[in-house]
């Protein structure tokens, strides 16, 4: 790999926000890509609130070895109410000197690149990129965030499980997914189980409409019954969704899971491994090209640039094909 000669001192990688499959694999590929540049990285533990209190760690290309597999992330993550204030971010800014740190890698979501965005306008000298690191994909300028193929998966393979003991019981199950703002894995997770209903903050839930096709399902003689809920639906979580539901179809046999956060752990799939892994030699790459205030994502097969201000202010929406799919699968 070709040197530049543009030299930075010295590299941080942190995560931030919601804890994501593939994280690890980012922070592995940030520091590895580095090397490759002889620069130095530190990790910056448990977020904004590790920059606050200084706390760093050394990282090289041994230190990594062996986390790509793993779930969560290394170097924690926090929320940091003292970094939201001035004086939060001008003790982080000193930290960042003392540590001889001039560029930071920032793994996480829009609350992540909120933080980025203001603390490199009072301290332009510091260049900031980030990656997507959550499982609701509902970050804009990129096609997937890293976490989301895992937290689908393990959301399709709950579902399939509770399906055979639908099927066993001739039960109505409510699976609540996560997707407080958005309807990535409940729709996508829905419709690879064969759920015969989807409800997603995008689209307004008709409750009439829903108990309609419930009890033309029961008509049918359908062994088993799956609705797949966003956390985030309009008619509530899948507790309230079932008890409205309860008393205008009291023969049906109803339960209730909600998968919670055993959605966010776990091995990272092959898929968000490789993403990672590139979107985290992308960073590097950028900042050594004099590139900041940008998170870099995936279009297709291409790295995409988008300005934090973009990513943060726009997100991405569920495409009409997924919608049309949703209305002709759920019958």
Not at 133 to 151: P, S, V
Not at 210 to 226: P, V, W
Not at 280 to 300: C, D, F, P, R, S
Request: hydrophobic share 40%.
């Amino acid at each position: 790999m070709l040197k530049t000669i543009f030299k930075m001192k010295k590299i941080g990688v942190m995560t931030s926000g919601g804890d994501s499959p593939g994280m690890n694999a980012c922070v592995r590929a940030v520091v590895r890509a580095a090397q490759q540049y002889n620069i130095p990285t530190l990790g910056i533990c448990r977020g904004y609130q590790g920059l606050i209190e200084n706390d760093f760690t050394a990282l090289d290309a041994r230190s990594v070895s062996g986390i790509i597999s793993k779930g969560g992330t290394i170097l924690g993550t926090a929320r940091s109410k003292e970094f939201m204030t001035p004086e939060g971010r001008k003790k982080a800014y000193q930290h960042l000197n003392e540590q001889g740190i001039d560029a930071i890698v920032v793994i996480g979501g829009d609350g992540t690149f909120t933080g980025a965005k203001i603390f490199m306008e009072e301290h332009p000298d510091i260049a900031i990129v980030g990656t997507p690191g959550t499982i609701d994909n509902d970050l804009y300028g990129t096609d997937y965030t890293i976490g989301y193929d895992t937290a689908l998966n393990t959301a399709m393979e709950a579902i399939d499980k509770i399906r055979d003991t639908a099927n066993a019981h001739n039960r109505l199950f409510f699976v609540e997914v996560m997707g407080r703002d958005a309807g990535f894995i409940a729709m996508r997770s829905g419709i690879a189980t064969g759920a015969e209903a989807i409800l997603v903050p995008e689209i307004k839930t008709d409750l009439e409409e829903l108990i309609a096709d419930l009890k033309r399902s029961h008509e049918y003689k359908t062994s088993s019954c799956i609705v797949v809920v966003a956390e985030g639906d309009d008619a509530g979580n899948a507790f309230n969704i079932a008890a409205q539901i309860k008393g205008k179809i009291p023969y049906e046999d109803i339960r209730v899971v909600v998968l919670g956060h055993i959605q966010r752990g776990g091995s990272p799939s092959c898929f968000d491994r490789v993403l990672a892994s590139r979107l985290g030699i992308a960073a590097v790459e950028a900042l050594i090209a004099k590139k900041k205030g940008i998170m870099l994502g995936q279009n297709g097969l291409k790295i995409a640039e988008v300005p934090f201000e973009k990513a943060i202010k726009h997100h991405q929406k569920l495409s009409s094909y997924l919608r049309t799919m949703m209305e002709i699968l759920t019958v």
